[in-house]
């Protein structure tokens, strides 16, 4: 079964200035897909950005950026010029191309405060 | 305006008193998940249907069951809910392809449900 991993229950980082998040995951499947959701107080699960396995490129969204390690089964967030809007939980999550069920499996989460 | 609902948002409810949480979605999906929040273990996947009159259990099915009479509904039924039902939870969709399901699932609002 995939686990995803993330190790960091909390962060803060100065508006304006870059953060990273950290995610590992275990797997035996060669082709996945990888993502990050952003959970704003509101509790609604946003789309924050997506990566698939067989890209080697890192996938990028405006200010947001993974940093994706196949081999080390890692799977960063960067935050660049964060922002007071940044402030939110956000979760890691795994998913498997195909079959029957395609469900996420997501990490615990990590909180992320922005100090203005 | 493509969505997932879920009704109601919050609900506190007593041990024992059968509950039904209504899921909905617009986008003609064929996939459909419900996922329960808790702090410290991330989203866990309780039941999931392919389509229509095709259901199978997630990671913790337990306590809970599903249906799935027409494409767009998805409600998740606590026959005799209890405290450790507790939680938040998400119904998500997605399309379905040859290859499997689409990689991209969409999220409700999610609903907040205390069981006294």
């Known amino acids: 079964a995939q686990t995803v991993t993330q190790s960091q229950p909390e962060m803060s980082v100065q508006e304006a200035e870059t953060v990273t998040l950290s995610c590992t995951y275990d797997t035996s499947e060669s082709d996945y897909y990888l993502f990050w959701y952003k959970q704003p107080p509101s509790r609604q699960m946003i789309l924050v950005i997506r990566?698939?396995?067989?890209?080697?490129q890192n996938a990028t969204e405006n200010r947001f950026s993974v940093n994706f390690q196949k081999a080390a089964k890692s799977f960063s967030l960067k935050i660049s010029d964060s922002q007071l809007g940044d402030a939110a939980m956000y979760f890691c999550?795994?998913?498997?191309?195909?079959?029957?069920?395609?469900?996420?499996?997501f990490g615990k989460g990590i909180t992320l405060s922005v100090r203005p | 305006e493509a969505q997932v609902t879920q009704n109601p948002r919050y609900l506190i409810t007593v041990t024992g008193k059968k509950l039904t949480v209504t899921c909905s979605q617009n986008m003609n999906h064929e996939y459909m998940s419900w996922y329960r929040q808790d702090p410290g273990l991330g989203l866990r996947q309780i039941y999931y249907?392919?389509?229509?009159?095709?259901?199978d259990k997630g990671d913790v099915p337990e306590g809970y069951k599903v249906s799935r009479k027409e494409k767009r509904n998805f409600p998740l039924i606590l026959e005799s809910p209890s405290p450790n039902q507790t939680s938040l939870y998400f119904c998500?969709?997605?399309?379905?392809?040859?290859?499997?399901?689409?990689?991209?699932?969409?999220f409700g609002p999610g609903t907040r449900l205390l069981v006294l």
């Open positions: 999550a795994y998913r498997s191309p195909t079959g029957a069920n395609s469900k996420l499996t």
């Open positions: 998500a969709s997605s399309l379905v392809h040859l290859a499997g399901v689409a990689e991209t699932q969409y």
């Open positions: 990566q698939e396995a067989y890209k080697q």
């Open positions: 249907s392919m389509n229509v009159e095709v259901t």
